[in-house]
């Protein structure tokens, strides 16, 4: 499965954005799906994470409240409200055919998609 994440841009903080993520060679409609970023300088971190379903979902702490992750058949998104210049980051898409209970660690994904940059200024 190719998977092709789009949306990113600039804005000021208190703005949104709407990231999206598109599946491709294989429907990801049974697929455990995840987003996670990586700050200039900093480590790839764990963002949100929604199963085949979209019954369960999960938020980093950092975002909690903020973004909101969800899905259809084959796309993935990622709405991303109250920006802060903290959430300046390359964002990208993950999916795994697995139910994945350690979904913070990013090894746990097989597929990636590309990143998309996110740049949020004050």
């Known amino acids: 499965v190719q998977l092709q994440a789009s949306g990113g841009g600039s804005v000021q903080a208190g703005g949104s954005l709407r990231l999206s993520c598109a599946a491709s060679?294989?429907?990801?409609?049974?697929?455990?799906m995840g987003w996670f970023r990586q700050a200039p300088g900093k480590e790839r971190e764990f963002v949100a994470a929604i199963s085949w379903n979209g019954g369960f979902t999960a938020y980093a702490d950092s975002v909690k409240g903020r973004f909101t992750i969800s899905r259809d058949k084959n796309t993935l998104y990622l709405q991303m409200n109250s920006l802060k210049p903290e959430d300046t980051a390359v964002y990208s898409c993950?999916?795994?055919?697995?139910?994945?209970?350690?979904?913070?660690?990013?090894?746990?994904?097989?597929?990636w998609g590309q990143g998309t940059l996110v740049t949020v200024s004050s």
């Open positions: 993950a999916a795994d055919e697995s139910y994945i209970r350690n979904y913070q660690h990013a090894g746990m994904y097989a597929y």
């Open positions: 060679g294989r429907t990801i409609s049974n697929y455990f």
